[in-house]
């Protein structure tokens, strides 16, 4: 019946189907969920707020291909995002830049280091807190410290459960200090949000009459592989399969887990109007949770009353019903990755696709592009 099984129907699963169903293959989507749109699901709370069911999802892209193509499915809403840091009790705008050094430091002091900055770097740079940490100018050594202590190291050791000398080098040469007084989280040319939520998004472009779609289903209880063959539903299938699910499960965890981490949310709902000054804010020093969000500051949604969301990073454990969200990259797990994908090579017409499958970090854009590039190989 099916030319092509998906399993997962997330970004990589939704796109991969889309497009293969256009150049006219027949699919058919297995999602273990009771939901289609993985991580990006959003959906009404009990008071009306649409919400992200499993953490804020913001849509920013510089891939013209990628807007285009899911702007098919919705009308997009310009939505700039704008994060400030918590602290201790001061909101600084993040990644750091030019404001949040006014705010720190008195005017003077303030003034002096960024023309010492600007003089060095030049405007509109942005310069990795390494490199900065590494500058023999004693007031902009400084700065690199106050940022890398108050900034990233608490916050980091949050997010993965380090202590400060185990943060990987090549993570903290990622955060950068921007010379500007621009505040943005982003500078992707295209930044929106879908403006009916993703969950309609997904509908939308998963409604093709090429494509069924089995919700409730394990992939495990269904799909086999044996010595290079894979069955389904123990009928030997010649199609192709697109696996967006954790490798390691694929395979039975047959040379153990891959570590990942998970995450916990706390949602509560306020009679006001707002809660806090922005969509978004890290709680980079205080506090064991990692950020609030405040969910109509990012949606636009107009409604009584305000819901926010606490977010907690604790360690993924198999077999439960956390779910796994950020691989773990190091040494010892992308070696122990590289065994799972070497199995998956066995079997000439499956396809290991996404976060979880290959076990590395993508935004919603890019794994769009990445589902849509598999899927022009394929055909």
């Not at 705010?103 to 310069?127: M, P």
């Not at 796994?324 to 396809?351: C, F, M, Q, S, T």
Request: charged share 25%.
């Amino acid at each position: 019946m099916y030319d092509v099984i998906i399993v997962g129907a997330g970004y990589a699963g939704a796109v991969s189907a889309r497009r293969l169903a256009d150049k006219g293959k027949k699919v058919l989507i297995l999602e273990k969920r009771n939901h289609i749109g993985g991580n990006a699901f959003d959906e009404p709370d009990d008071y009306g707020i649409l919400i992200h069911t499993y953490g804020p999802h913001i849509f920013h892209t510089n891939s013209k291909d990628v807007y285009d193509f899911l702007g098919q499915f919705t009308k997009w809403m310009p939505y700039h995002h704008k994060v400030v840091g918590n602290v201790y009790g001061k909101f600084i705008p993040i990644p750091f830049n030019l404001n949040s050094i006014r705010l720190v430091y008195d005017e003077d002091k303030a003034n002096n280091l960024i023309e010492k900055l600007i003089k060095e770097y030049g405007r509109e740079t942005a310069i990795p807190i390494l490199q900065l940490r590494a500058n023999k100018d004693e007031d902009i050594k400084e700065l690199a410290e106050y940022v890398y202590e108050n900034v990233f190291v608490k916050y980091t050791g949050k997010q993965w459960g380090v202590k400060p000398h185990e943060i990987d080098e090549a993570v903290t040469a990622r955060v950068p200090v921007i010379l500007t007084e621009e505040d943005g989280y982003f500078t992707d040319e295209y930044q929106a949000m879908p403006s009916e939520g993703y969950t309609e998004l997904f509908e939308k472009m998963l409604s093709h009459p090429s494509i069924d779609i089995r919700l409730n289903t394990d992939a495990g209880d269904c799909i086999k592989l044996e010595d290079g063959h894979i069955f389904f539903e123990c009928i030997e299938f010649n199609g192709t399969v697109i696996y967006t699910g954790m490798a390691d499960e694929l395979f039975d965890r047959c040379f153990g887990a891959l570590p990942y981490r998970s995450l916990r949310f706390e949602f509560e709902h306020y009679q006001k109007d707002s809660y806090q000054t922005e969509a978004v804010v890290n709680y980079t020093v205080n506090e064991d949770f990692t950020r609030i969000t405040e969910f109509k500051k990012m949606t636009g949604q107009q409604a009584e009353g305000t819901t926010i969301m606490k977010e907690y990073s604790l360690n993924f454990e198999p077999d439960t019903d956390m779910i796994p969200y950020y691989a773990i990259l190091n040494d010892e797990n992308k070696a122990l990755y590289k065994k799972y994908n070497a199995l998956a090579a066995n079997y000439e017409n499956l396809y290991l696709l996404g976060r979880l499958a290959e076990y590395k970090y993508y935004n919603m854009d890019a794994i769009t592009k990445k589902a849509l590039e598999l899927c022009e190989r394929m055909v």
